[in-house]
């Protein structure tokens, strides 16, 4: 190295899309669970600002990353699985798709009550939180373990090298473009 050089520091690995949707997953079973700490720490405290806090982190999770999470999924692993030929894998896909909707009405109906509490009102429900926050959980655990186990391991020895890097540069900017529109 010559005094007129820099070190540079090596290029990060780019992260597969399979990779992306794992973590995401992770992320969905972690903030689920904070749906049930959200509930009790307004049984116990009320509103105030851990829970509004809380509430806020969830709410534009759920708004945003999951929403986009089901998007990836619908342009890039359910078509794959459809036109596989394989009439139990484009059923199971079908399901996963009846799923995302299912998943979406839970939400907003969960959504202005989270919503609510982000913002510091008393306007929701706890007992209407208390029984519809579990069945979204139930349903969402259900549907990452169905990704998971069955539908991801097809789509994965489906698609293509090249369709892999294609779908990682179309989430990635998807990714950006939201990104700058929040900035």
Request: aromatic share 8%.
């Amino acid at each position: 190295m010559t005094p007129f050089t820099t070190p540079t520091a090596p290029a990060p690995l780019a992260l597969q899309p399979f990779d992306v949707l794992d973590t995401c997953h992770q992320q969905m079973v972690m903030h689920l669970h904070k749906l049930g700490e959200l509930i009790d720490h307004v049984e116990a405290h009320g509103v105030d600002g851990k829970a509004q806090e809380l509430a806020r982190a969830l709410f534009l999770f759920f708004m945003n990353t999951a929403r986009e999470h089901h998007q990836d999924e619908e342009r890039h692993i359910f078509p794959t699985m459809i036109d596989s030929g394989d009439p139990e894998l484009a059923e199971l896909a079908l399901r996963l798709q009846q799923d995302h909707g299912w998943i979406e009405e839970d939400w907003l109906e969960l959504a202005p009550q989270i919503e609510s509490i982000a913002a510091g009102y008393n306007w929701f429900n706890i007992e209407q939180l208390r029984l519809a926050v579990p069945v979204f959980q139930a349903l969402y655990h259900d549907h990452i373990a169905l990704e998971e186990s069955q539908a991801y391991p097809e789509a994965k020895a489906r698609i293509a090298a090249w369709d892999l890097q294609g779908m990682g540069r179309e989430m990635a900017s998807r990714r950006r473009q939201r990104g700058a529109a929040l900035a």
